[in-house]
């Protein structure tokens, strides 16, 4: 299929965005619940037993999707405010709004279910070490970035606002990333590299990764939701928009 | 399939289901959140005179969700 049949541009305008994006949303939420009780099913009925860390283990089926999610959305967030900021284009600046919500809810349950598997693996709820403090950064870069955008009142001065913070803090991912191997850590190492194999049992990672897909489905699904509903309330003046919520 | 021991978690049952317990609360409340927009917004939409009333409280929450 050539690519000139599809004039990506199109979907730039919000016009034309709002209705796309409201046909897909259903789409992304069944394959949201359907990925999730896979996920769930796979990971807790067919994964065996870790012989080192027993049941506790299960917690990084949800741990590393969670991790992934708060690193990924960030970096999302970071180019579509770039995006609207250089190009001057409102629908990215409005997808980065949308987006920061649920990366910081990825962040803080990455956090906590770290907190709840730290407990029994290593014997503390916390540590100051180099993973665990750059990804409580991570988490106070996206409420800085929703507290300065929501202190601004002009919505495209908060877009520029907020790109300008989101842009800076991207250095804090490949930190986070490459924190185990940097510095000494009490955090394990990545299990999963493109180099080499995973070093974990095929269930095991299966599990993982269907949770990793669910998370990323629920992320489009809520974000599309929201945008949606940033679009409603910045353009409520703009002609198509009343034809269209009417 | 025992479930007695399946709740139990060889131990571990606060750690592991805490963990998830925390993520559905977590998801499921940023969906109600959305749910209460979404009413919010139509609500306004619907009476002009309200919109006029509550733009200056709209702003300080639209970004919170």
């Given at each position: 299929?050539?690519?000139?049949?599809?004039?990506?541009?199109?979907?730039?305008?919000?016009?034309?965005?709002?209705?796309?994006?409201?046909?897909?949303?259903?789409?992304?939420?069944?394959?949201?619940?359907?990925?999730?009780?896979?996920?769930?099913?796979?990971?807790?009925?067919?994964?065996?037993?870790?012989?080192?860390?027993?049941?506790?283990?299960?917690?990084?089926?949800?741990?590393?999707?969670?991790?992934?999610?708060?690193?990924?959305?960030?970096?999302?967030?970071?180019?579509?405010?770039?995006?609207?900021?250089?190009?001057?284009?409102?629908?990215?600046?409005?997808?980065a709004t949308a987006i920061s919500p649920t990366g910081a809810i990825f962040t803080f349950i990455s956090l906590v279910t770290g907190s709840l598997w730290g407990r029994?693996?290593?014997?503390?709820?916390?540590?100051?070490?180099?993973?665990?403090?750059?990804?409580?950064?991570?988490?106070?870069?996206?409420?800085?970035?929703?507290?300065?955008?929501?202190?601004?009142?002009?919505?495209?001065?908060?877009?520029?606002?907020?790109?300008?913070?989101?842009?800076?803090?991207?250095?804090?991912?490949p930190i986070i990333y490459f924190s185990v191997q940097w510095w000494n850590s009490l955090h394990q190492g990545a299990?999963?590299?493109?180099?080499?194999?995973?070093?974990?049992?095929?269930?095991?990672?299966?599990?993982?990764?269907?949770?990793?897909?669910?998370?990323?489905?629920?992320?489009?699904?809520?974000?599309?939701?929201?945008?949606?509903?940033?679009?409603?309330?910045?353009?409520?003046?703009?002609?198509?928009?009343?034809?269209?919520?009417? | 399939?025992?479930?007695?021991?399946?709740?139990?978690?060889?131990?571990?049952?606060?750690?592991?289901?805490?963990?998830?317990?925390?993520?559905?609360?977590?998801?499921?409340?940023?969906?109600?959140?959305?749910?209460?927009?979404?009413?919010?917004?139509?609500?306004?939409?619907?009476?002009?005179?309200?919109?006029?009333?509550?733009?200056?409280?709209?702003?300080?929450?639209?970004?919170?969700?």
């Amino acid at each position: 299929m050539s690519s000139q049949k599809i004039n990506w541009y199109k979907y730039a305008a919000p016009a034309n965005f709002y209705p796309l994006a409201g046909k897909m949303i259903p789409w992304f939420a069944i394959l949201t619940a359907l990925l999730f009780v896979a996920g769930l099913y796979v990971g807790f009925f067919v994964a065996p037993t870790d012989f080192q860390q027993g049941e506790a283990y299960r917690i990084i089926f949800i741990h590393v999707p969670a991790a992934w999610m708060g690193m990924f959305l960030y970096v999302l967030m970071a180019i579509y405010a770039g995006v609207g900021w250089a190009f001057n284009a409102r629908l990215a600046s409005m997808m980065a709004t949308a987006i920061s919500p649920t990366g910081a809810i990825f962040t803080f349950i990455s956090l906590v279910t770290g907190s709840l598997w730290g407990r029994p693996a290593w014997g503390v709820w916390w540590v100051w070490d180099a993973r665990l403090t750059s990804t409580l950064i991570l988490m106070f870069l996206y409420i800085g970035f929703i507290s300065l955008q929501s202190s601004i009142d002009d919505p495209r001065r908060a877009d520029r606002a907020g790109a300008i913070l989101a842009l800076v803090g991207v250095i804090n991912v490949p930190i986070i990333y490459f924190s185990v191997q940097w510095w000494n850590s009490l955090h394990q190492g990545a299990t999963i590299r493109i180099a080499n194999k995973p070093t974990m049992a095929p269930t095991m990672l299966a599990a993982m990764l269907i949770l990793l897909a669910a998370c990323w489905m629920y992320s489009i699904a809520v974000v599309l939701v929201r945008v949606r509903y940033i679009i409603r309330e910045r353009e409520r003046e703009a002609p198509w928009l009343v034809e269209a919520v009417a | 399939m025992n479930w007695a021991k399946f709740f139990s978690m060889g131990g571990y049952a606060l750690y592991v289901w805490g963990s998830y317990g925390v993520t559905f609360v977590l998801l499921g409340g940023e969906v109600l959140l959305l749910l209460k927009r979404k009413r919010d917004l139509a609500k306004r939409e619907s009476s002009p005179e309200l919109e006029h009333r509550s733009s200056q409280i709209e702003t300080s929450f639209q970004e919170i969700q």
